[in-house]
């Protein structure tokens, strides 16, 4: 991606500091863009910033790795993270701060309250990892009020992590808009991800049996294949060709509700969940009969 000559990122830690210039800059008249992130950022998290900057006159990127969402402590521990490393990535992006708090900055110790997102949050992925979106929705509700953004970025590789957005934004009236940004891809298919990194060359090859039995499912309704278990079972088939992956899940869901669908009739989204080795890796593909 092409990178512009202008300013460093200027990196807030304090939640007050943060809100007070968004204030400021919301004086000004200046509309401002939201790129929420952990971290780790790759070109798939720069596409959110190049989205942001082109529609928002200041964009602000968040890092910070968010305890409540994360089900396994050992994924916790070892999610990648190098602040110096993101900023460094972030120069160049037409970028003007960079808000990375403490977790005590977000969570007190007295903190008590949360965000449920009812039935959305124990679907699909919430299944596996119970209590995850309800750690992003709080950690979301957060952020869009120390920073009261215009506009706020996500990628739609989080499919069900997007639907969620929408709703909390909905549902708890918050005056921001949600936009959903495209899957960054590598030349190969598989999706960009901060997990990418802990995949060994030989579990990379595996990995792509997903954008493959996504592809195919794609193929599928396109040629009018409508049987929601046959193309699961094509999908399904195509993800054990190497053997090496464990699937969590490969399903069609109602591309809105995320409830299983049965017959494609509307739109619809194929949802991948699979773990090579230790690494988790989620995908999906929306289409339209
Ligand atoms: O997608 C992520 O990186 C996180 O889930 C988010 C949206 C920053 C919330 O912690």
Known sequence: MVKLQTPLPELITDPATI??????????????????????????????????????????????????????????????????????????????????????????????????????????????RPGHFSGVATVLAKLFQIIPADIAFFGCKDYQQLKVVERVVQDLNVPIKVHGCPTIRDEDGLALSSRNVFLSQEQRQQALSIPKALKLAERRIEEGETDARTIVADMRRELSRSGALHIDYALLADAETLKPTRTVKGPTVALIAVRVGSTRLIDNQVMMP
Request: hydrophobic letters at 35%; glycine letters at 8%.
């Open 19 to 128: 809100g007070a210039l968004i204030q400021e800059t919301r004086k000004q008249g200046k509309t401002i863009g939201l790129v929420p992130t952990m971290g780790a950022l790759h070109d798939g998290h720069l596409s959110l910033v190049k989205a942001s900057t082109a529609q928002c006159d200041f964009t602000v990127v968040t890092i910070f790795v968010n305890p409540t969402q994360f089900t396994d402590k050992n994924d916790l521990t070892d999610y990648p993270r190098d602040l110096q490393s993101d900023m460094d990535k972030l120069a160049g992006w037409e970028v003007r701060f960079v808000f990375a708090p403490t977790a005590e900055d977000i969570y007190p110790h007295d903190h008590v309250t949360s965000v449920h997102v009812g039935p959305l949050e124990k679907i699909v992925e919430g299944r596996c």
